[in-house]
């Protein structure tokens, strides 16, 4: 499991581990049942806190991505497509949001940013 932590972001560190996590379970890279490294190890690895890892791993957990298992480690849940495919619908719905906000703010018009939308799924 290959981790990047960019600290110039302004984005947790915790939230960019799990955002990686999840890509790597949608990509297929992680599979149902793949063990992740220990807490200590990933922080280790990582050079940052233990703590931050766990709060990472427990954010998995809580939206169904991962089991922990104590005593034994942490697993990759039993993949749920409908969840995988409304975690993914909501990325591009935000990215999406975005996108319209700063047409706003440059002064776009609406039906001008749905003739580039219109555009752009054409292409």
Do not use: W
Request: proline letters at 2%; hydrophobic letters at 35%.
């Amino acid at each position: 499991m290959r981790i990047i932590i960019n600290n110039s972001l302004m984005i947790p560190i915790y939230e960019q581990i799990v955002d990686q996590i999840k890509t790597q379970i949608r990509n297929g890279e992680l599979k149902e049942n793949d063990n992740l490294p220990s807490v200590r190890g990933l922080s280790k690895e990582l050079k940052i806190s233990a703590l931050t890892v766990k709060k990472a791993y427990d954010t998995l957990e809580t939206e169904g991505f991962v089991i922990t298992v104590h005593g034994k480690g942490t697993y990759v849940a039993a993949t749920n497509k409908e969840r995988l495919l409304e975690e993914q619908r909501k990325e591009v719905e935000m990215d999406l949001e975005r996108a319209i906000q700063k047409g706003r703010r440059c002064g776009i018009s609406d039906e001008d940013i749905r003739s580039i939308f219109e555009i752009i799924l054409e292409g």
